[in-house]
């Protein structure tokens, strides 16, 4: 299993950044690719980031060229660095692992507001 623990979540005036990190931790083979959801309130969850085990990466098209996601393979953790925040970005960010070629495993989820 995969324990996953995001930080770096907060309230941020239209404009400015912010730097989400996700820790893994637990007993796994491999983590294949990282990635970070957002839930905005009464919509469903979206996939915002995606990095794979090579650094391949793929954006959503409302993000892209605004967010940055990377990773550490030797400390397990992803980063999404978020700049050029607006208002529509405002929800609730999860980090999900894809491990061992097989599992799926979800963090708790961080909270970002971007206000007006």
Same mark, same amino acid.
């Given at each position: 299993q995969v324990q996953l623990v995001?930080?770096?979540?907060?309230l941020v005036q239209a404009g400015g950044s912010l730097r989400l990190s996700c $820790?893994?931790?637990?007993?796994?083979?491999?983590?294949?690719?990282?990635?970070?959801?957002?839930q905005a309130p009464g919509k469903e969850r979206e996939l915002v980031a995606r990095v794979d085990n090579r650094g391949g990466t793929?954006?959503?098209?409302?993000?892209?060229g605004r967010f940055t996601i990377s990773r550490d393979n030797v400390k397990n953790t $992803?980063?999404?660095q978020m700049n050029s925040l607006k208002p529509e970005d405002t929800g609730v960010y999860y980090c999900y692992a894809y491990f061992n070629y097989r599992y799926g495993?979800?963090?708790?989820g961080?909270?970002?507001t971007v206000s007006s």
């Open positions: 995001e930080s770096g979540g907060g $820790v893994a931790s637990g007993s796994f083979f491999s983590i294949n690719s990282m990635a970070w959801y957002r793929n954006y959503a098209d409302t993000v892209q $992803v980063y999404l495993s979800w963090g708790q961080t909270q970002v």
